[in-house]
């Protein structure tokens, strides 16, 4: 390794930690490779177990006969039944697949889904959260999992897509917090400018200056200490809106946010005079 302006080896003897031979195409990737798909903790046993297909074909696609396919058949079923053996693996395999369908209705992406999972395990394997609700406790980890990540969703959020009280889901994140003994970071509004303008189709400008909104709300610790997040997300998107003429009516930009009209007008008029905006007229 040397630098490219003056030519100084910084380091010699350097190691290839990849596979020692070369593919050109993804055919020849596949079938070079000596190693399956990596660990994946949103799967029960981290996907390294086998699966036996359910569809009743050969490798060449032949269909198999009738004792075959009866014979295939047990052997699905029984190994089925080994992936699963105990009673911290039947938790996994419910709570893995709970959380495989929030995530897909929340649209959450695969970092998130993985740290969710993580927490989920970590409280189970330690047994740190017996006779409790799989569905809470799983919505409790991809909301932590969520905020750790910084790309919040709220609880009003997560319990319209899950079978489980937003009280409740709430109860349970309180309890992971204090098992895992995890540092939560302070919701910050900014943090949901970019879901928020892109549910409302706003252009990039709007999200440029409701950032500079924010940022100047936070030299003034009275306009976020103890406000909702999203309501100050949603009242400077407002009023960046009108700033910029791209008018969006506060019912919309309050329904995108999952806060009421009254708190967006609130927040609206503290930040306002607070900051001394200067509005044009409508």
């Keep these: 390794m040397i630098c490219s302006s ?3 080896v910084v380091s010699d003897h350097r190691i290839d930690t990849g596979p020692e031979w070369r593919a050109f195409t993804s055919d020849e990737k596949d079938a070079r490779s000596r190693t399956g798909a990596p660990t994946n903790y ?3 046993d981290k996907g390294l177990s086998t699966m036996i297909d359910w569809r009743d074909h050969d490798s060449q696609g032949k269909r198999f006969s009738a004792k075959k396919r009866s014979e295939i058949y047990r052997l699905r079923k029984w190994q089925i039944r080994t992936r699963v053996h105990s009673s911290v693996d039947r938790n996994l395999a419910q709570a893995m697949s709970e959380l495989d369908r929030l995530a897909s209705q929340l649209g959450l992406n695969k970092a998130i889904k993985e ?3 993580l927490l989920y395990r970590k409280l189970i394997i330690k047994r740190l959260a017996r006779s409790r609700s799989i569905d809470a406790m799983v919505g409790a980890a991809i909301y932590a999992a969520c905020r750790l990540r910084e790309a919040p969703r709220s609880l009003e959020e997560i319990s319209r897509h899950s079978r489980v009280s937003k009280k409740k889901i709430g109860q349970h994140y309180r309890l992971l917090v204090e ?5 939560m970071p302070i919701s910050d509004p900014a943090n949901y400018v970019p879901r928020f303008i892109t549910m409302l189709g706003l252009p990039g400008k709007v999200q440029q200056k409701v950032i500079e909104i924010l940022e100047a ?3 003034q610790r009275s306009l976020v200490t103890g406000r909702d997040p999203r309501g100050l997300a949603a009242a400077a998107i407002y009023i960046a809106s009108i700033l910029l003429d791209h008018r969006v009516t506060q019912r919309a930009i309050a329904s995108a946010a999952g806060v009421t009209e009254v708190t967006v007008r609130n927040r609206y008029k503290e930040l306002v005079l607070k900051l001394g905006i200067t509005m044009a007229p409508p």
């Design 6 to 8: 003056c030519g100084l």
């Design 42 to 44: 949103s799967i029960h």
């Design 115 to 117: 740290l969710a999972a």
């Design 179 to 183: 098992k895992l003994k995890l540092r």
């Design 217 to 219: 709300a936070k030299k």
